[in-house]
């Protein structure tokens, strides 16, 4: 009971200090004359188209093709076959960061003889979802593919949602015996807004 | 003769990330006479050394004017717009606003990499002569007893005022209508859009997938849109089981299962006993696992295989699952074959080489011997 008595008196007294402050402070900020503004927030979410390599480099380094195959293939799987080169296992990865889905295609700066050189070599490439169901409109090209000049639709439809907006882009290079000297080329990604 | 050794140099990389952003993504205009307008591009990038060429295609280029032709790092340009006094192809017209992340080409002969474009686009809607409707359709998934919400945007795309009278038909996935929903008659202005949504009670409905009909009368035409959707019930369907597993050791079975919920399954798991005429020879659990709404997965559990012999033997599977509170099972029978594991023997291979050696050694001495003579 004395308890009680207690609770209820400290109640009574936080009551009324909180009902002084409020009257200082109303007293401090003044009440007279005092209008109701209404303050209206408007904002607009602009639709942004953004790409991005989130994995940019293959680099298999400098090699060599063994002595017996005329011929060496480097994949960017791991795979290495028949030459010296340093092993790549993770292509090139596509990240859509907009807040729209885009139409996704390729273009590259040299196809095999000119990126690579030599007698018949090749360069490849494959496309696959990095995140489950990136791209609802079903990827191109889902088994190795001549690389080309030209654009190349990989996906019609990529989602910029979060948890699947991210594509792989596998490479494979085919290099002839008598091919020779540093390569390189540009593979550009182009994203259009859907 | 050694071959000569044939150095090569692969190299693909970029000179830094190349996150480009572009705003606005996309901008959908009605077409006016000698409308002319201004829009403006916002571009971002990481790096703020990096050149951006700037470029413009599409059906409507020729009304085109950008106001720089390329960006270093990011910033804003200005496309003006100069439509003519009048298109003579009705329908969706796509200018496409492009950033392109400009090559050095002296990097070329040197490790090269990545880059990025972004194509930015203006559409541009000339209006049909006469009465046009365009309408887009959507229907969500839903369990029984849920509603299932559909959404109809018609936009008027001709000249003229329109009527439109709107109705939905709902049919099942083997073509019986099981429902229609009609809407009031609406008048649409030139260019003016509306957007309607009704709902589907599915008390009564069975689980499956169904579609829907979407139709818009306006005067003698008529512009439709189907969709699909589907009604779950808590229920994880069977699809496959192993079929082929060898004899000896820790097996692994698997059980391929799809959901036809649409909310998350929990805890799903398999029981599965294997016996044949002289009993039970296998009991066990698999892991339990989750299924999103509508998921295919495979639940795998493992098992001793050390007693079963090659042959044909009974399965039953029975799978429990959750979904919120509730939880259910269901079971199938099934066969399974354990075959018998072919071993390779390496002394078989052996043999087998050497014999081959030894004839063509035999050959070729024959042969020197002919020769000689």
Redesign the interface.
């Known amino acids: 009971m004395k308890n009680s008595n207690l609770l209820t008196t400290l109640a009574v007294i936080v009551v009324i200090t909180t009902l002084l402050t409020l009257i200082v402070t109303v007293n401090k900020i003044g009440m007279t004359g005092k209008a109701t503004d209404t303050a209206t927030a408007n904002f607009t979410i602009?639709?942004?188209?953004?790409?991005?390599?989130?994995t940019?480099?293959?680099?298999?380094?400098?090699?060599?093709?063994d002595?017996i195959p005329t011929a060496a293939y480097?994949y960017t799987n791991g795979t290495v076959v028949d030459g010296t080169?340093n092993s790549v296992s993770q292509g090139?990865t596509l990240q859509n960061?907009?807040?729209?889905n885009v139409t996704v295609s390729l273009t590259s700066?040299k196809a095999a003889a000119d990126f690579?050189g030599?007698t018949n070599p090749e360069f490849k490439w494959l496309v696959s979802e990095n995140e489950s169901n990136s791209c609802s409109s079903g990827l191109n090209p889902t088994s190795w593919t001549a690389v080309s000049t030209g654009s190349t639709t990989i996906c019609s439809n990529m989602s910029y949602d979060d948890s699947k907006d991210a594509l792989d882009i596998d490479?494979m290079?085919k290099?002839p015996?008598?091919?020779?000297?540093?390569?390189?080329?540009?593979?550009?990604?182009?994203?259009?807004?859907? | 003769m050694k071959k000569l050794v044939v150095i090569l140099l692969f190299l693909i990389l970029i000179q830094n990330l190349s996150a480009l952003r572009v705003i606005p993504a996309k901008t959908e205009i009605n077409f006016k006479s000698n409308l002319e307008k201004d829009f403006i591009y916002t571009v971002n990038h990481l790096n703020p050394n990096t050149h951006f060429d700037l470029y413009a295609k599409g059906d409507l280029v020729q009304y085109v004017t950008l106001d720089k032709e390329s960006l270093t790092g990011g910033g804003s340009f200005i496309a003006h717009l100069k439509l003519p006094e009048e298109i003579e192809i009705p329908g969706k017209h796509i200018i496409y606003i492009g950033i392109r992340e400009k090559v050095d080409e002296e990097l070329l002969e040197a490790p090269v990499g990545t880059a990025v474009a972004i194509q930015s686009v203006i559409i541009i809607n000339v209006p049909y002569p006469g009465k046009y409707v365009e309408t887009q359709f959507s229907a969500n998934d839903a369990n029984i007893g849920e509603p299932v919400i559909f959404k109809l945007f018609i936009q008027s795309r001709g000249d003229e005022d329109v009527t439109v009278s709107p109705r939905i038909d709902v049919f099942s996935d083997k073509g019986d209508m099981i429902n229609s929903i009609s809407f009031n008659d609406r008048n649409l202005g030139k260019d003016e859009k509306l957007e309607l949504q009704k709902t589907l009670n599915t008390a009564n409905f069975n689980s499956g997938t169904y579609y829907a009909i979407a139709s818009v009368n306006y005067g003698d035409k008529i512009s439709e849109k189907n969709v699909s959707f589907r009604i779950g019930e808590l229920s994880l369907k069977i699809l496959n089981t192993s079929k082929l597993i060898k004899v000896g050791g820790i097996r692994k079975f698997t059980v391929q299962v799809e959901s036809s919920w649409n909310n998350k399954i929990e805890g799903a798991y398999a029981k599965i006993v294997i016996y044949n005429k002289s009993g039970e020879l296998a009991n066990f659990k698999t892991v339990p696992i989750e299924l999103e709404a509508w998921e295919k997965k495979d639940i795998i559990g493992f098992f001793d295989a050390s007693d079963f012999e090659p042959g044909n033997y009974s399965d039953i599977v029975t799978l429990f699952y959750f979904g919120g509170s509730a939880g259910k099972s269901s079971v199938k029978f099934d066969s399974v074959r354990f075959i018998k594991e072919r071993i390779i023997n390496p002394y078989m291979i052996l043999s087998l080489v050497l014999g081959i050696l030894l004839i063509i050694n035999v050959f070729l001495l024959i042969k020197n011997e002919r020769k000689k003579k």
């Open positions: 602009n639709s942004a188209a953004s790409i991005s390599f989130i940019n480099v293959v680099n298999w380094g400098s090699g060599s093709v002595e480097l080169w090139l960061d907009g807040n729209v700066s690579v030599g490479l290079v290099v015996e008598d091919a020779i000297g540093t390569k390189g080329c540009v593979i550009t990604a182009t994203g259009t807004a859907i």
